[in-house]
């Protein structure tokens, strides 16, 4: 069966009408579904560059178009040279993506994946702001074409003539299928093969794997135990973990892992030419990159001729970077920076995001929290209205976040499908907060603790612990260093009540069965204790369904679930903002399915097919 043929039904992953109508039109064709057929790309995001070393001047040559009338031509005509500059918030400790601590914006600089985003699918149509990318929204990177066979085996056919990066031991040999098979099963024991993973991987997206194999040097079949199209979709295309960046065979069997940044090697855009810890990476263009510009098919990429990556954590001094122009981009900004920046860089450009909904994270398996009747407690004592137009300037929902963000449409349990009797367990209500906890035992109240990691919003905090000592419940809270917090609670659980991370739990705008295996029986991030077969079976349901459909009412069960039994109390979804110069252009706001992060900053895909106005930013005296 062809690859269009079964996207049918993953066409139901789409999230507004127009992709189901697109979805309709294909779903009757049986031609294998091609890369050149759908000739897009992932989203435009710029990435600082630096001046190559094989240059002292900036190229400004105006790129070819050949389309005329496209929705894209409103960003600008592409230019070449120039140079982009972008923040990291964090040291880069590896360059091996199967080893903890990866740094994924970095990473698609140089080693590539098999699908990436449409990059011709207009804004209006789709604006990826998500992390999860409905299939009829991807396209070819690596790979030219794909195949279901049967319902069980997937086959993708690599595109030919694409070349690893010209640095020992590759030496610019041809990618070719033996690659993807060396590269997926470095995630399995050796020893028994794909039955039990090996100590490289880093999440249980694979478990459904079976057999891999190259049947010749550009078809890679993947076999697998389940029938469902959208685990298998979601296990290729995922967003947030390392599985599906491929690097390069010779330098793993050479070296055993790449921590060393000499042995970053890949098939991309980009080069690394040299890593300075915590100060900077720089990268150059890859003069052999096989890629083209989907929007413009004569333009050869990429555009820009390096990257400098500035490792920055202190956001001041970052905001003080872009407001001076010395970078390019920055993503995660507060609501109130995006003002200040307004008001002292009004031409900044300000792009609105989705950012991760904030909650309070109970341990149902100790007192009090045991109690159901106390969490519901807690999550009546909240006055979200209120939070909403007061500390977040009514720039968010005042609508309880699910586990599910409202910003993925067509799926999860939003709030205008809720049943009155649960929208009333999250109504600000004070007085049934005291009862409910009286109920319980605790007429008085009582004291309790939160646990919280050095970069939580230390405001909200407060605001949320005011509203929990107005009934009675008052709360000491404990700040840990981040990677403290990540072991005490994150890995060992040893937290006794309330804990919340800044990135919350809530508001995922991840792939749908990586939302609901969160919180099941055996899930090592399951923080919160969960262990119930009642949760457990949303996801056995997910995986196992006849369809995507089955996967969209397992979705909408675990959250409605969640909420009813107040595991996780309730914040709002946030949202944040990339603040982009002007003279960066290509950009328009996307999400990228494999950093989770905004704009420019995320590297390869995005790096490459963004351009710099250079007589714009030497107008403005940059």
């Not at 039109?25 to 630096?50: D, F, H, M």
């Not at 369904?545 to 679930?561: I, P, R």
Request: glycine share 6%; charged share 15%.
């Amino acid at each position: 069966m062809k690859n269009k043929f079964i996207w049918f039904a993953v066409s139901l992953l789409t999230v507004t009408a127009m992709v189901l109508a697109s979805c309709n039109s294909t779903s009757t064709s049986t031609t294998t579904s091609t890369a050149s057929s759908t000739t897009t790309q992932i989203k435009t995001t710029a990435i600082s560059a630096i001046t190559p070393t094989t240059s002292t001047s900036v190229q400004t040559t105006t790129a070819a178009t050949t389309a005329a009338g496209n929705w894209w031509n409103s960003l600008g005509t592409p230019q070449y040279g120039g140079t982009m500059t972008l923040q990291s918030t964090k040291d880069i400790v590896t360059f091996d993506p199967a080893l903890e601590g990866f740094n994924f914006n970095i990473l698609g600089a140089w080693m590539e994946r098999l699908f990436v985003d449409n990059w011709t699918i207009a804004p209006s149509v789709f604006n990826f702001s998500t992390q999860f990318r409905p299939s009829d929204y991807v396209t070819g990177g690596l790979a030219a074409s794909w195949e279901f066979t049967d319902p069980s085996t997937f086959v993708v056919h690599l595109r030919h003539g694409i070349n690893w990066q010209n640095i020992s031991p590759a030496n610019g040999r041809e990618f070719v299928a033996s690659d993807v098979v060396a590269h997926y099963s470095r995630w399995f024991d050796p020893k028994i093969g794909y039955n039990k993973f090996s100590p490289h991987a880093t999440s249980n997206y694979l478990v459904s794997l079976t057999a891999l194999t190259a049947p010749d040097k550009y078809t890679v079949v993947f076999q697998w135990s389940t029938s469902n199209p959208e685990w298998v979709y979601e296990c290729l295309m995922l967003s947030g973990t390392a599985e599906n960046s491929i690097e390069n065979p010779e330098a793993v069997a050479q070296w055993g892992d790449l921590n060393d940044w000499h042995h970053a090697i890949g098939t991309g855009p980009f080069i690394l030419k040299d890593f300075v810890s915590g100060a900077s990476a720089t990268l150059v263009k890859n003069p052999n990159y096989w890629g083209y510009d989907e929007r413009y098919p004569k333009n050869k990429l990429p555009y820009v001729d390096g990257i400098t990556y500035l490792i920055i954590s202190d956001p001041t001094t970052a905001l003080a970077a872009l407001r001076t122009g010395k970078l390019d981009n920055i993503d995660g900004a507060t609501i109130q920076q995006a003002q200040d920046v307004q008001k002292t860089n009004p031409k900044i450009i300000q792009t609105s995001t989705p950012a991760t909904g904030q909650d309070i994270d109970t341990k149902v398996t100790v007192a009090p929290y045991s109690d159901i009747k106390v969490r519901q407690a807690l999550q009546m004592a909240l006055d979200l209205p209120t939070i909403a137009k007061t500390y977040y300037l009514g720039f968010v929902s005042p609508n309880p976040v699910t586990l599910t963000s409202q910003y993925m449409t067509g799926w999860g349990f939003p709030y205008s499908q809720w049943p009155q009797d649960l929208k009333d367990q999250f109504a600000y209500n004070p007085t049934m907060a005291k009862q409910l906890l009286a109920q319980a035992g605790y007429p008085s109240g009582f004291k309790t603790d939160i646990v919280v990691d050095q970069y939580y919003d230390t405001a909200l905090l407060e605001i949320v612990v005011s509203y929990f000592a107005a009934v009675g419940v008052n709360v000491q809270i404990q700040t840990l260093p981040a990677a403290t917090y990540n072991s005490f609670v994150g890995s060992q659980h040893k937290q006794d009540a309330l804990s919340s991370t800044f990135n919350g739990n809530l508001g995922k705008t991840t792939e749908p069965l990586s939302q609901i295996g969160k919180y099941i029986t055996t899930n090592a991030t399951n923080t919160v204790g969960l262990s119930d077969p009642v949760y457990d079976a949303f996801l056995t349901q997910a995986q196992h369904g006849a369809s995507v459909d089955d996967v969209k009412k397992a979705l909408a069960g675990a959250n409605e679930y969640l909420l009813r039994q107040h595991i996780l109390l309730s914040l709002l979804q946030t949202v944040s903002f990339s603040l982009t110069q002007p003279w960066l252009n290509g950009y328009s706001g996307q999400n990228d399915a494999f950093t989770g992060a905004y704009g420019p900053t995320c590297l390869g895909f995005y790096g490459a097919r963004c351009w710099i106005d250079a007589k714009m930013k030497a107008g403005m005296g940059y």
